[in-house]
């Protein structure tokens, strides 16, 4: 059971799990993931994370197509995240990060497998297939090749942005990847014109 579009619950165990690496608040080292239940237009799980410290972190991942009607959350009780298209009132959230999903049926152009980086970059991952635009250095992005999530995107301005998700698309699209994913801990970086195929605001809850 999971009700994020486009994922079936195979990919969304799969793309979460992966990327827990990049330890956001919302994703973390997971050790488990349990569908609990469906709910009117959505779902409630609960993950387990691998923590820094000595201990095991829980919390409810809850996935809404709507905030109305999401009265029931405050019966639970400890860490809860939620997802939803939708925005909510500051006072109600600590923490807000997002999901971009783009198709991998769109139109793209092919970026360049870079041999080598331009010096500032953090060092990709072995997960990590590094595509850059050439040797004019306009964008770098560190696809990571098991959820095609975009691990790292560097580029001098946003017009530039545009020509680094096409060339992530055309690389999972060659993988047999359905979509290329950017998931953020903060606010995501504007895309201009180059809207995603479905976006997701991310909100840990204050209560």
């Known amino acids: ?30 050790l488990e993931l349990l569908p609990l239940y469906s709910v009117s237009g959505g779902c409630v799980m609960k993950a387990r994370w691998a923590s820094h410290r000595p201990r095991i972190e829980e919390a409810y991942i809850v996935v809404l197509r709507r905030v109305k009607g999401a009265d029931f959350l405050l019966s639970l009780r400890g860490t809860k995240i939620l997802i939803t298209p939708g925005e909510i009132e500051k006072e109600l959230y600590q923490l807000r990060g997002a999901i971009h999903v783009f198709s991998t049926l769109r139109p793209c152009a092919s970026g360049i497998h870079a041999e080598r980086l331009p010096a500032g970059h953090p060092e990709p991952g072995p997960d990590h297939i590094v595509i850059a635009s050439g040797s004019d250095a306009k964008y770098v992005i560190y696809l990571n090749r098991w959820n095609f999530n975009i691990d790292y995107l560097w580029a001098p301005s946003a017009e530039y942005i545009r020509s680094a998700i096409e060339g992530a698309l055309c690389e999972a699209r060659r993988l047999g990847g359905r979509y290329v994913t950017a998931a953020f801990g903060g606010e995501p970086p504007d895309t201009g014109p180059y809207r995603p195929d479905y976006s997701y605001n991310v909100y840990k809850l204050a209560f």
């Not at 994020?4 to 608040?25: I, N």
């Open 1 to 30: 059971m999971v009700c994020l579009e486009p994922f079936t619950p195979d990919e969304f165990y799969s793309w979460y799990r992966h990327l827990g690496r990049l330890r956001l608040f919302w994703a973390k080292p997971l």
